[in-house]
């Protein structure tokens, strides 16, 4: 007999659509696209793993000034990582040394922390009190859960495999992303090193579909109506976009990456050297030319603190060769215009 999936928790969010835009930290998750995203009917999430507490807030001031419609805030699980060996150090500042001549930056003065402090971070969102706490990367340690439950905060998880949702579910989430081999950007993988089980979206939905309780918010590749239909009738309770959303007016996607995803067919594929982590995006340079040089590439986050100046810079002077171009493999031209509109035509009819 197949579970009976509980999806009482969505419900409770009173979303006019079931659809989540994708918490995209680093720079398209902006509070426009939020506030846009919300208001229209759909859940909109904060890509917050890369800012402090008080962006966090400043932030989540500015969306709740503009609407009092739920939203979500999303962060990055942390792993315990193994100090960075100096010798790899050396190695990807070799590597990199001809990129940053040419950007004219500086050698970095290469020092931990690597990340922002989780615990700090937790702590901002329970006082902020979102309707959702989104996150990626793990599970949620049960200190964490209990003090979201108190809060009265949903909790969404993200899985790429069956065994993942699992361990989601018995951990108390309140729904799971399911993300797709698809899916633009950093893959959900719980093992900072782990292989990627590179499963695609239908086949990890049939996969977790009549096993898993909770509502599965379908995610990768979905990019048009029909496209929302069929994942919706194969058995997904939502769906999350992200690389439809990534050229709307209220996105926070810089010119030259923009000028990248204006490809009806972009040549996407997963990748290391940006982060450290697998993660999806359009080929380039970087990608090209560091895949060959993987000993020069370190962990995550160390890499992606490493590569941040590289991308920054690359950004500032309109060029995609050192950025990060995350993209799922869906294909098609990308909405430019408003989200509000977008949302309207995805669920037209
Ligand atoms: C630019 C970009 C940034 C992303 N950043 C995050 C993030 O910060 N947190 C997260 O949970 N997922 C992130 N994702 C993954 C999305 O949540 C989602 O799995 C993915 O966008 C779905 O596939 P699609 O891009 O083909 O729609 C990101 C995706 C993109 C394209």
């Not at 990582?81 to 590597?95: F, G, K, M, T």
């Not at 615990?119 to 959702?132: N, Y």
């Not at 003090?147 to 951990?171: F, K, M, N, V, Y």
């Not at 030319?289 to 020069?296: R, S």
Request: aromatic share 8%.
């Amino acid at each position: 007999m197949p579970t009976e999936i509980d999806d009482e928790p969505l419900r409770k969010l009173g979303l006019k659509y079931p659809l989540v835009v994708a918490p995209m930290a680093g720079g398209p998750s902006t509070p426009e696209l939020v506030i846009a995203a919300s208001a229209a009917g759909a859940l909109g999430s904060a890509g917050a793993a890369y800012s402090n507490p008080a962006a966090i807030v400043e932030f989540a001031d500015k969306v709740r000034q503009r609407t009092d419609k739920p939203f979500a805030i999303n962060l990055f699980i942390p792993h315990a990582a193994p100090p960075v060996d100096p010798a790899a150090v050396e190695r990807a500042i070799a590597a990199t040394a001809g990129y940053r001549a040419e950007l004219d930056l500086p050698t970095p003065q290469f020092k931990a922390p690597f990340e922002e402090d989780f615990d700090s971070q937790f702590e901002t969102i329970l006082r902020i009190r979102p309707a959702v706490f989104s996150f990626v990367f793990g599970l949620l340690s049960a200190d964490h859960t209990k003090a979201a439950r108190e809060a009265g905060i949903l909790l969404i998880g993200t899985a790429t495999a069956p065994e993942e949702a699992q361990a989601l579910e018995d951990s108390g989430v309140d729904a799971i992303t399911l993300q797709g081999f698809e899916a633009g950007g950093h893959r959900g993988i719980f093992e900072p090193d782990g292989a990627d089980p590179e499963i695609f979206l239908r086949d990890l939905l049939a996969q977790c579909r009549g096993k898993v309780r909770v509502p599965l918010i379908a995610a990768g590749g979905i990019m048009t109506a029909s496209d929302i239909r069929a994942t919706l009738a194969a058995g997904a309770q939502a769906v999350q976009l992200g690389t439809a959303f990534l050229a709307t007016s209220e996105a926070g996607t810089s010119a030259p990456y923009r000028s990248e995803l204006d490809a009806p067919k972009r040549k996407t594929r997963t990748t290391r050297v940006f982060s450290g982590r697998f993660a999806r995006g359009i080929e380039n340079r970087f990608m090209e030319e560091m895949t060959p040089k993987m000993d020069a590439v370190m962990p995550f986050p160390a890499q992606n603190k490493f590569t941040r100046d590289l991308r920054g810079a690359s950004a500032a002077k309109g060029s995609p060769d050192f950025l990060s171009l995350w993209a799922g493999t869906g294909e098609g031209e990308l909405w430019q215009g408003s989200t509000s509109e977008l949302i309207r035509s995805l669920f037209a009819g």
